[in-house]
């Protein structure tokens, strides 16, 4: 009896994970800002703007999207898998990844998100190069990108020697 009532505690406890999700959606919606205000600036500049400011700007809003999508999937993947099943019936225009993605792809979808956000921090500080960039700053962003990929692929490794080692 005593065991049934700590599992029962333990259960509902993951309930305890729903404000972290929605805490999220709060910050979604600060990035949302964020690149309304990216946007604004990077249109009302575009006429003076050189090309390279101009793919600045472009990779900013991309990146800010990257992020968001990251954050997305966290909050969907996270609640789903740790928190409840999320009843899509009825939405017709429902993405079909959000109810399929388990916790070995979230690592997979966390990591690739991760991995193109530093693609294109190092893409920046490449494309900066002319504004006399900092060579040991440059270098970091290499080594912490290449960490990155190096981590994803290790992870898609082990993933796969898992679930191959499971049939």
Request: overall charge negative.
């Amino acid at each position: 009896m005593i065991e049934k009532g700590i599992e029962q505690i333990l259960f509902r406890s993951r309930w305890l994970m729903a404000p972290f999700y929605l805490g999220l959606v709060v910050a979604l919606m600060v990035l949302l800002f964020k690149f309304g205000h990216e946007l604004l600036h990077f249109v009302t500049h575009a006429v003076g703007a050189s090309e390279t400011d101009i793919i600045l700007g472009v990779l900013t809003l991309v990146d800010l999207t990257f992020t968001g999508n990251l954050v997305l999937i966290v909050i969907f993947s996270g609640y789903e898998n740790f928190v409840s099943k999320i009843d899509s019936n009825g939405h017709p225009d429902w993405p079909d990844w959000m109810t399929k993605v388990d916790f070995s792809g979230l690592k997979q979808k966390l990591l690739a998100s991760i991995v193109a956000i530093s693609a294109i921090a190092l893409l920046k500080a490449f494309m900066n190069l002319d504004a006399g960039a900092d060579t040991t700053h440059l270098m970091w962003l290499v080594i912490i990108h290449t960490v990155f990929v190096l981590s994803s692929l290790i992870l898609a490794w082990s993933d796969r020697i898992g679930g191959s080692s499971a049939h």
